[in-house]
C-alpha cells in the first residue's frame, strides 16, 4: 500500500515531466499500480490532493530551503550564498515551471504561487537589507536574483549549475557590502 507521501511524489513527478493537464487519478493509479480507491482513501478526491500537492510543493521548494540556511550565527551574506549553493545544486526535479504554467489557468494554484513567491522575495529582501544596509538596493538586488532564477528555469534550455552559480556570484559580487546606516 503506498503512503500519503508516495502518491504526492508520483504527483510531483507527473508534474514536472509532463504538466498539470497530466494529473490526472488514472494516471497517479497507473504509475503507482494501485487502485482508485486507496487514492481516495489518502485524500477524498481530486481537489483534497491538488491541495496536498501544492501544500507539499511549497514546503519542498520554499520552506526547507530557507529552514535550511536560517542560521542566527551566520552573516546575511554567508545565508544568501548558502541559499544560492542549495538551490543551484538541488538535483531533485523542479515542477517550477509546471507550477507556474499551472498557476496562470487555476486560481488556487495561483494563490499558492504568488504566497511562495512573496515569501521567497521578503526573505531576500531582508537577508540583502541586513548585508547592505539600503533598502531601496534590497529591493531592487532581492528582484534581480528572484527573476534570474525563475527565468532561468524558463529558457531554452535552462540555465542550470555552475552557469546559474556563476550567475548569482557575479550579481551579488557586484554589489559590495556597506556598512549598515545607524539609526
Given amino acids: 500500500m503506498a503512503s500519503k507521501r508516495d502518491w504526492l511524489d508520483a504527483g510531483l513527478s507527473i508534474l514536472t515531466e509532463d504538466g498539470a493537464p497530466a494529473l490526472t487519478i488514472e494516471r497517479l493509479v497507473g504509475m503507482l499500480g494501485l487502485t482508485k480507491g486507496s487514492f481516495y482513501h489518502h485524500f477524498g478526491g481530486m481537489p483534497g490532493y491538488k491541495t ?3 501544500d507539499l510543493y511549497e514546503q519542498e521548494f520554499t520552506s526547507r530551503f530557507v529552514e535550511a540556511v536560517d542560521d542566527a550565527q551566520a552573516t546575511p551574506r554567508a545565508r544568501l550564498d548558502a541559499l ?7 538535483r531533485r526535479p523542479d515542477p517550477e515551471v509546471a507550477v507556474r504554467a499551472w498557476a496562470m489557468q487555476d486560481a488556487e494554484v495561483e494563490q499558492v504561487q504568488r504566497r511562495i513567491d512573496n515569501t521567497r522575495m521578503k526573505y531576500l529582501r531582508a537577508q540583502w537589507l541586513e548585508h547592505s544596509g539600503d533598502a531601496t538596493e534590497a529591493k531592487y538586488m532581492s528582484q534581480l536574483l528572484y527573476l534570474s532564477l525563475i527565468g532561468a528555469f ?3 534550455p535552462p540555465v542550470k549549475g555552475r552557469a546559474l552559480r556563476q550567475l548569482f556570484e557575479f550579481a551579488m559580487n557586484e554589489v559590495p557590502a556597506r556598512q549598515p546606516k545607524s539609526s
Fill in 52 to 54: 496536498a500537492l501544492l
Fill in 84 to 90: 544560492m549553493k542549495l538551490v543551484v545544486n538541488d
Fill in 154 to 156: 524558463h529558457v531554452v
